[in-house]
């Protein structure tokens, strides 16, 4: 991810790549050899060089290496999750606000074409159903799937029910060893009455991420991969639904094969752009360090995610891990 990071900022007007540090120094001179700036051989020096960083590292080690440019006030976008554990988080959080220091997480799935779309409808939820499993990637497995794949859900889910959890429950499996989850489910019932249901496995056959979202007068249904999304609305539909029922108990259709479901629910497809959600997302993060806004993702937003996580794996009962 953070070479990732490195050839967007290369390319961005308002950016200039100083230079990467990185634990092993030929990762750290090939992104550099390819994207410019230099190597720096320890995070001090690279501190007190720049304005802003990403810090794209093992979830373990994102407290240590996120505090000295903390505490110089240097601009931090952290990838989620924002620590790996709740103590860290929080902690990061208040060094932030103490040395008044911009802090944003790297969730980047809020930056997806397809969930800015849909976010431009407005909704209030009242049940979200989400899948994201894919083939185990080796990447992250120092944590369980919770905080490396449900965390974008868990981030996504917080920021549509807005509301306070009233009640979770959750079902895991560790398959590969270890003493972490690789497939979860959790299902969640915020104080407004939403209800959120999320699934999660990094040991599919195949990669799925997908979102519906049912309320009182829409359903919308999300493919992050393939970047596709559609809306159907209650108002237009539900007087032809009416009317197709009415028809079917008066005896004028007599066989619902009769019936055209491609005229009696009303589909529209949501308006996707083609914008790389790292470059959205690395935009909105230098438009919050030039101060044009806060941060779309706060170090508080990162912190409930983490601390909604921690909920959902202690929720798990004991006897199904390992």
Do not use: W
Not at 3 to 13: F, G, I
Not at 144 to 156: P, Y
Not at 223 to 233: I, L
Not at 286 to 307: H, N, R
Request: net charge negative.
């Amino acid at each position: 991810m953070g070479k990732l990071h490195a050839r967007v900022y290369s390319q961005m007007p308002r950016t200039r790549l100083v230079g990467v540090y990185d634990a092993d120094p030929d990762v750290a001179k090939a992104t550099v050899s390819q994207y410019g700036g230099e190597v720096f051989d320890d995070i001090e020096t690279l501190a007190e060089r720049v304005g802003a960083v990403t810090v794209a590292v093992p979830t373990n080690a994102h407290a240590a290496v996120a505090e000295p440019f903390l505490k110089r006030r240097v601009a931090c976008l952290i990838e989620k999750p924002i620590a790996k554990d709740v103590a860290e988080g929080r902690s990061l959080v208040n060094l932030a606000k103490e040395r008044g220091a911009v802090l944003q997480i790297g969730h980047i799935e809020r930056f997806n074409p397809v969930l800015r779309a849909m976010r431009r409808l407005d909704l209030s939820p009242r049940f979200i159903e989400v899948t994201r499993i894919s083939p185990l990637t080796f990447r992250s497995i120092d944590v369980g799937v919770v905080l490396d794949m449900m965390i974008h859900d868990i981030d996504i889910v917080l920021m549509l029910a807005r509301s306070p959890v009233a009640k979770l429950d959750a079902m895991g499996v560790n398959v590969i060893g270890g003493d972490v989850e690789d497939i979860c489910n959790a299902r969640i019932t915020f104080e407004n009455g939403c209800v959120a249901n999320i699934t999660a496995s990094r040991l599919a056959l195949k990669t799925e991420r997908r979102m519906r979202v049912f309320c009182h007068d829409a359903y919308v249904s999300l493919d992050y991969q393939k970047k596709y999304g559609m809306v159907a609305r209650r108002t237009p539909n539900i007087s032809a639904i009416r009317d197709a029922v009415s028809k079917l108990k008066s005896g004028e259709i007599e066989d619902i094969t009769q019936l055209n479901y491609a005229e009696l629910v009303n589909v529209e497809e949501l308006q996707i752009d083609d914008v790389e959600p790292l470059r959205a997302e690395l935009d909105a993060f230098v438009d919050a360090v030039t101060g044009k806004c806060p941060p779309p993702v706060t170090g508080e937003d990162g912190l409930a995610a983490v601390e909604l996580a921690t909920r959902i794996v202690e929720a798990i009962p004991p006897q199904k891990l390992g």
